[in-house]
C-alpha cells in the first residue's frame, strides 16, 4: 500500500509561511506543493507547464489551501526577477524555496551534445543558482528562512549514461554547502534533498525500473515519502540543520 500523497500533519508547522516550489505543477513539485499546504504554508507553484500548474494549483485551493501559479522558466533571469516582483508585491517576504525544477535525458558522454550538456545544467544548477541568487533580499525579509536543493544519488555516486545530469546534481551539493556558510548569519538554512528512485513522469523512460535491483528495499519512492522529508528540512523541527544532505534513498547508498 503506498503512502497517502497528503498525510495529515501532527500540527501546522508551517502555518503562514511563504513557500516557492520550481517544478511544481506535476511529479515531486506537486507533492511538495500539497504537503507544504497541508501543514499551513501559502504555496506559490512556478513552471513552464502552465496547464498542469494551473490545475495543480486549483486542486488545492479547491482544498481550501492558498495556492498560487506562476510561470517561470528557472534558466531564465528575467523570469526569475518577474516572480520575485510578484513575491514581493503580495507578500513582501519568502520563507521557504524549493529548488526542485529539474530535466534529463539519459545519453553516454560519447554521444551527448554540448546542447543537451548547457541545456541540462541551465535548469538543473543554474536554475538553482538564479533562485537563490535572485530570492536572497526576500529570504532575508522572510521568518526562520529555508532553502531546500533537489539533489539527486547520482551526484555523489554516477551513473551510466546520466553524465550531465549527474554533474548538475554534484554541483548542487556544492552550491548547497557554499550558501548554507554565505546565509547562515542571517539566519537562513540551505540543505540538499538527496533522493533515489522515485515514480514521477520525469523518470518513466527508465528501463528495467531503473535503480529499483540496487536499491535494498525494492521499490522506489512514493513522491509524498520526498515530500515529507522537504517539510521536515524547511520546519522548525530541522533548525540546527544546514549545510548537509538528507538522503532518501532506500538504502542505495548504504550498499
Known amino acids: 500500500m503506498s503512502p497517502n500523497p497528503i498525510a495529515e500533519p501532527i500540527r501546522l508547522r508551517l502555518a503562514d509561511r511563504v513557500a516557492l516550489i520550481t517544478g511544481g505543477s506535476r511529479g515531486q513539485g ?6 507544504l499546504a497541508s501543514e499551513g504554508a501559502i504555496v506559490v507553484l512556478a ?4 496547464e498542469d500548474g494551473e490545475r495543480t494549483a486549483e486542486e488545492l485551493r479547491s482544498k481550501g489551501f492558498d495556492a498560487t501559479y506562476v510561470h517561470l522558466d528557472v534558466s531564465s533571469p528575467e523570469d526569475w526577477q518577474q516572480v520575485y516582483e510578484q513575491v514581493d508585491s503580495r507578500f513582501g517576504r519568502l520563507d ?3 529548488n526542485n525544477a529539474g530535466i534529463v535525458k539519459v545519453t553516454e558522454i560519447a554521444e551527448e551534445s554540448l546542447e543537451t ?14 533562485g537563490l541568487k535572485t530570492m536572497i533580499p526576500l529570504l532575508k525579509a522572510g521568518r526562520r528562512g529555508a ?8 551526484g555523489p555516486s554516477g551513473a551510466v549514461g546520466y553524465g550531465s545530469y549527474a554533474a548538475s546534481k554534484a554541483g548542487l551539493l556544492g ?7 554565505e546565509l547562515a548569519p542571517f539566519g537562513i538554512r540551505v ?10 513522469p520525469i523518470n518513466a523512460q527508465e528501463a528495467d525500473g531503473g535503480v529499483v535491483p540496487e ?3 525494492r521499490r522506489r519512492a512514493e513522491a509524498s515519502e520526498l515530500a515529507a522529508s522537504v517539510a521536515y528540512l524547511v520546519s522548525d523541527d530541522s533548525s540546527f540543520v544546514t549545510g548537509t544532505e538528507l538522503v532518501v534513498d532506500g538504502g542505495f547508498s548504504a550498499r
Do not use: E
Open 147 to 154: 532553502v531546500v536543493n533537489t539533489s539527486s544519488i547520482f
Open 47 to 50: 513552471d513552464v507547464l502552465d
Open 191 to 200: 540543505n540538499a534533498l538527496v533522493p533515489g528512485g522515485v515514480s514521477t
Open 117 to 130: 550538456w548547457n541545456k541540462i545544467l541551465a535548469v538543473n544548477l543554474t536554475g538553482a543558482f538564479l
Open 30 to 35: 506537486a507533492a511538495h506543493a500539497f504537503r
Open 215 to 217: 536499491t535494498p528495499l
Open 175 to 181: 552550491l548547497t554547502r557554499t550558501a548554507a556558510l
Open 96 to 98: 521557504i524555496l524549493v
